[in-house]
Structure formats: C-alpha cells, structure tokens
C-alpha cells in the first residue's frame, strides 16, 4: 500500500518537477513552483505537496489561503514541516539562472571567495548588485548543451542608457522646479514690495490731509477771532 494513502485527509498543493528537489532539501514552496490548489486551504492549515504523477513530496504549513493563492503572483506558499520524498529523486534545477551562473564563474575567476563572498578583486558593480538587490551586470553566462565549454553573452546594454536618460530627466525636472520655486519666490517679493509702497504713500496722504484741515481749522479761528 502506498504513503500517500495516508495523506488523503489533507489538501493538497500540486508542485513542478523543478520544485521538488529544492524542497526535499528544506527549501519552502514559493508562487513560482506552484501548479495547482485545493479550494478551502487556509493559513497555518497542514498541507500535503504533491508531484504532477501523485507522489507525495512534503507535508508543509499553508502561509497563504485559496483567495490570495489565486490573486498573487509572488511569495510564499507554505514552509516546510516533514520532507517525505528523498533527496535528488528528481533532479536539481537551482543555481541555473544568470546570476547564479555569474557568482560561479566568479568563483572558478577568484573574483569571490570559495563559499561566494566578496573579496579585494570582487567587481564594483557585482557588490552594487548585492546592497540594492538590482542585477546591474550586463553579462550572462550561458553554458552550451553541446559542449563542456561556456560562452559569455552580452545582454542587457540598453539599461544603463535607460538610467542615464531617466536621471537627466530627473536633474532637468529639479532645475525646472528650482527656476519656478525662484520665480514665484521673485514675484512675491515684488507683490511684497508694491503693498508697502502703496501703504507708505496711503500714510503720506493721510498726514498732509491731516495737516491740510488744520490749516483751514486754524484760519478760521484767526477769522473768528478778527471778527470779534
């Protein structure tokens, strides 16, 4: 009688060949090696993961539901809790894509230590990669099926030019927005200006009507007093 007779009480998720090795050694299953879900799957409910022909790979932890497992397009699906299948039964599929294949020729150049960390004659641009978490190498390498040995593709040229257009678009932005933060500022000044001018010129016509009645106040006392 087959294992999986005794997982038929658990949902189940259905994983691709290329996932399974990866999580026979402890990997958790992510969107990418998802094929198929059971409906009513909810969070920290106890799933079975299973292969495209019924084989039961490793029972896990769901850390998504049905709803967001049909709705995302990255993440994690679920951890592992008992790794069932043995270990490369099917065969491995990481380490294959091109950064990974970039660290491997860096290693076998000496540009990175044995266990792929940095060292004096790592490049500028692979230990950029790794603080912002964006590839910024131009160049893959990609091993032939026909031979043992590896050929380098250039790949990827445009997106430097692409940053260096977006950052001068950036920079005439902030000049622009600077030359405008300066006129505006100008124009209130000149705004500021002309309201001050206009109430000293108010005050000047207040005083000299001020001084203007009581001339005419005075004249008319000295009149009064003549007259008496």
Not at 17 to 36: F, W
Request: some cysteine; proline content about 2%.
């Amino acid at each position: 009688m087959p294992l999986e007779v005794l997982l038929t009480n658990f949902k189940r998720v259905v994983v691709k060949d290329s996932t399974i090795n990866a999580i026979c050694y402890g990997a958790k299953l992510m969107i990418p090696g998802l094929l198929r879900f059971a409906d009513g799957i909810e969070v920290n409910d106890e799933i079975v993961m299973i292969s495209t022909k019924g084989e039961a790979v490793a029972v896990g932890i769901a850390l998504m539901s049905t709803a967001v497992l049909a709705t995302v397009d990255h993440g994690v699906v679920a951890k592992i809790k008992r790794v069932i299948m043995e270990r490369d039964t099917y065969p491995r599929k990481w380490g294959l894509g091109p950064i990974a294949q970039r660290k491997k020729a860096l290693i076998k150049e000496g540009k990175l230590d044995k266990y792929g960390r940095t060292n004096d004659n790592t490049p500028s641009d692979y230990i950029t990669s790794l603080s912002t978490g964006v590839n910024t190498n131009t160049t893959s390498v990609v091993v032939s099926n026909n031979s043992s040995s590896s050929k380098v593709l250039v790949v990827n040229d445009d997106d430097e030019d692409d940053r260096q257009v977006v950052n001068e678009d950036k920079k005439k932005k902030k000049k622009k927005d600077k030359s405008k933060d300066e006129s505006t500022s100008d124009a209130n000044e000149n705004t500021t200006d002309t309201l001050v001018d206009e109430k000293k010129k108010k005050k000047k016509k207040s005083e000299s009507d001020n001084d203007d009645n009581e001339d005419i106040s005075l004249k008319k006392k000295k009149k009064k007093s003549e007259s008496d």
